[in-house]
């Protein structure tokens, strides 16, 4: 069988003489006219029989397929490699031919055949097989598909007619017979056991001939994996102009380049008998590039010479060497010159974007960064995103860039800044979310972390913090100081969490009381009519009597509803202590709050500034408003004489 077939060409409806031809649609009617136009008997020698049916119909004006044939005598010859003359095929010929590295790859050999058929008319038979002829994609094997729907029929010397049938076959499509026949023969004798006047329900693939298969001729080609991996488009296909991949970073042992190399193919035969020559390889992609020995490995592998990283990095074609680096060294980021770098932030891979002037917007908008460590001598334009492990920016951000990093240094902050660790110089109108945030000056702008330190307070800031907010100096008013553990992201995620599972809880409760309550007054109300009943049995069974089946359904009703209203009750104790395991989760976040402090170093405070702070579980703020030049160093959360929490100030 052949796995793989390339090209396909339909053969609809053949049939000889002793197969009824199918025809279908319009087609049936012209059909059956030129069948009934063809009358002769005709012999004929050729060397084709494909070729002479075909001219004949030209000349008759019919249809190839509504003439039928008989081979009357088929002659081989062949000469062989050395020889000058034909000759009559015999018996070491044949064997010759069939060795596995036989005459059939030699050039020089050649073979052909001469037909003695006898034309005539079309007429019905036993057979009525719709087939398909597959060749592959050299002609050197094909298949003949017998599609379902098709009948074969238990016929006398089935296998002799079969053997006739795909010899016609073969003939109208260039084959030679009676060479390469071997798998042919096994199949008809599988055939003929199948034989039947039932519809053939799955297709059938039988082998006709199988000659020499050559092996097709490999040009050199080259494969630039790293650049493959970046290559992303929309969903119209179109290519994204921004993620070009001007940075790939890879893993180490990753396959980076590919060089497939040049390889003749291995010649063949067609199953006309012409020899077939592979052609010789071309070789235009030979890679003239040299390699970094300390960061790629070449191997050799099966036909292709491989190249692999040693470490994890980002690939540098340059000065024709490949090699892996792991820093890049960019003068400015923009759409024009680089597109979006991507390196990765879980690649070792920094980022070093040189500019000259901190001022000078040097990542350019709408550009992302990513990377292990981004270094940015200059400014970050508009929406343009960074995500690092650790961010450092000697200018300013704009105020709809983003910024997202373990660690986060800044000169001016106009825009976000997300990572554990936030430093700025300048806070302007920004925000921050950070664990811990530090502040030189700030004018104006949000901080939401665990920890806020400023060292200047300028003005119209709001802070909001977890644990602490420590400020040395408040230059200017209009500040708002919060003390809230929702500040913090993990913290208010887990409040969030747990107050709605307490919830899902509670209505689950409510559900169940409701339950409760209902079987209860179900039992209240029948519990006389249960003593009874109950009594009445124990009495039947005493004096040997069959209890009433109403009275035994009743009772068992009642002890189910018994058992039902225990099994809430027991339900409803194990969710009020879930309730309370869940309510002393987040309880430690009011504590929290009540350790907090708000600190001024200076103890004086200009202009009129609010400070608060919030207990999140119990669902209370408390404010308190700092007046102009009022001098407190420390505020804290404390319970005073009457029990009841304020906000008071600390000495010491």
């Known amino acids: 069988m052949i796995e793989s077939i390339s090209t396909i060409q339909d053969?609809?409806?053949?049939?000889?003489?002793?197969?009824?031809p199918v025809t279908e649609g319009d087609e049936s009617e012209q059909m059956a006219e030129e069948i009934k136009r063809f009358n002769k008997s005709m012999d004929i020698k050729t060397v084709s029989v494909a070729k002479a049916i075909q001219d004949v119909a030209s000349k008759e004006r019919v249809h190839p397929a509504s003439i039928d044939f008989d081979i009357l005598q088929t002659k081989t010859f062949v000469r062989p490699p050395g020889e000058e003359e034909y000759q009559p095929l015999n018996k070491t010929h044949?064997?010759?031919?069939?060795?596995?590295?036989?005459?059939l790859l030699d050039p020089r050999f050649q073979i052909a055949q001469e037909y003695h058929i006898r034309l005539k008319p079309l007429s019905p038979g036993p057979f009525r097989l719709k087939v398909k002829v597959l060749p592959d994609e050299f002609r050197s094997k094909a298949i003949a598909r017998i599609l379902p729907g098709s009948v074969l029929a238990p016929v006398e010397n089935i296998k002799?007619?079969?053997?006739?049938?795909?010899?016609?076959?073969?003939?109208?499509?260039?084959?030679?017979?009676?060479?390469?026949?071997?798998?042919?023969?096994?199949?008809?004798?599988?055939?003929?056991?199948?034989?039947?006047?039932?519809?053939?329900?799955?297709?059938?693939?039988?082998?006709?001939?199988?000659?020499?298969?050559?092996?097709?001729?490999?040009?050199d080609a080259i494969i630039f994996h790293y650049k493959e991996k970046d290559a992303k488009s929309d969903e119209e296909k179109r290519v994204n102009y921004a993620d070009r991949g001007f940075v790939t970073s890879v893993d180490s042992?990753?396959?980076?380049?590919?060089?497939?190399?040049?390889?003749?193919?291995?010649?063949?035969?067609?199953?006309?008998?012409?020899?077939?020559?592979?052609?010789?390889?071309?070789?235009?992609?030979?890679?003239?590039?040299?390699?970094?020995?300390k960061t790629i490995e070449v191997k050799s592998e099966e036909g292709r010479k491989r190249y692999y990283a040693l470490d994890e990095g980002y690939v540098k074609l340059e000065n024709n060497v490949l090699t892996v680096d792991k820093t890049v060294t960019v003068g400015d980021i923009n759409l024009k010159s680089t597109g979006n770098v991507r390196a990765g932030v879980d690649k070792d891979v920094k980022v070093q974007v040189a500019g000259k002037d901190p001022s000078e917007e040097v990542i350019g908008s709408d550009m992302v960064v990513e990377a292990m460590e981004v270094e940015v001598n200059g400014s970050v334009a508009s929406n343009a995103k960074i995500k690092?492990?650790?961010?450092?920016?000697?200018?300013?951000?704009?105020?709809?860039?983003?910024l997202y990093g373990e660690t986060v240094e800044v000169n001016v902050l106009r825009g976000l800044?997300?990572?554990?660790?936030?430093?700025?110089?300048?806070?302007?109108?920004?925000?921050?979310?950070?664990?811990?945030?530090?502040?030189?000056?700030?004018?104006?702008?949000?901080?939401?972390?665990?920890?806020?330190?400023?060292?200047?307070?300028?003005?119209?800031?709001?802070?909001?913090?977890?644990?602490?907010?420590?400020?040395?100096?408040?230059?200017?008013?209009?500040?708002?100081?919060?003390?809230?553990?929702?500040?913090?992201?993990?913290?208010?995620?887990?409040?969030?969490?747990?107050?709605?599972?307490?919830?899902?809880?509670?209505?689950?409760?409510?559900?169940?009381?409701?339950?409760?309550?209902?079987?209860?007054?179900?039992?209240?109300?029948?519990?006389?009519?249960?003593?009874?009943?109950?009594?009445?049995?124990?009495?039947?069974?005493?004096?040997?009597?069959?209890?009433?089946?109403?009275?035994?359904?009743?009772?068992?009703?009642?002890?189910?509803?018994?058992?039902?209203?225990?099994?809430?009750?027991?339900?409803i104790q194990e969710l009020e202590e879930q309730v309370e395991a869940k309510r002393a989760e987040v309880a430690c976040f009011d504590e929290q709050v009540l350790s907090a402090t708000v600190t001024n170093s200076s103890a004086k405070w200009l202009g009129h500034n609010e400070v608060r702070f919030r207990l999140p579980v119990l669902g209370k703020e408390y404010l308190y408003s700092v007046s102009e030049g009022e001098r407190i160093a420390k505020l804290k959360l404390m319970e005073n004489e009457q029990g009841e929490y304020e906000i008071m100030t600390v000495h010491g």
């Open 11 to 20: 053969v609809a409806d053949i049939s000889f003489s002793g197969y009824q």
């Open 94 to 103: 044949l064997e010759r031919i069939k060795q596995p590295k036989g005459w």
């Open 160 to 219: 002799q007619q079969l053997f006739i049938y795909f010899n016609k076959l073969k003939l109208r499509h260039g084959m030679l017979i009676g060479i390469m026949d071997d798998p042919l023969k096994l199949a008809i004798v599988k055939l003929a056991k199948i034989a039947s006047q039932e519809p053939i329900k799955q297709q059938l693939n039988i082998p006709l001939t199988a000659w020499p298969e050559p092996v097709k001729t490999v040009d």
């Open 253 to 293: 042992g990753e396959l980076l380049v590919e060089y497939i190399q040049p390889q003749k193919g291995k010649p063949g035969r067609s199953y006309n008998g012409a020899f077939i020559e592979m052609p010789d390889p071309e070789v235009n992609h030979y890679p003239e590039f040299g390699v970094d020995n």
């Open 388 to 402: 690092a492990g650790s961010i450092q920016i000697s200018g300013q951000t704009h105020k709809t860039s983003e």
């Open 417 to 571: 800044a997300c990572g554990k660790r936030v430093t700025i110089k300048s806070l302007e109108g920004g925000v921050i979310r950070s664990d811990e945030a530090s502040v030189e000056q700030a004018v104006g702008g949000e901080i939401y972390a665990s920890h806020a330190k400023v060292r200047d307070l300028r003005g119209k800031s709001r802070i909001l913090a977890s644990r602490s907010i420590a400020i040395e100096q408040v230059l200017k008013g209009e500040n708002r100081l919060t003390i809230d553990p929702m500040a913090h992201k993990e913290t208010a995620d887990r409040i969030t969490q747990t107050q709605e599972a307490v919830s899902e809880l509670q209505s689950e409760i409510a559900k169940s009381k409701k339950g409760v309550e209902n079987n209860t007054a179900y039992l209240k109300k029948n519990h006389e009519t249960f003593k009874q009943m109950q009594q009445q049995i124990m009495e039947d069974k005493k004096e040997g009597r069959v209890p009433s089946e109403a009275f035994m359904r009743m009772v068992r009703e009642y002890l189910g509803v018994m058992k039902k209203r225990e099994a809430l009750e027991a339900h």
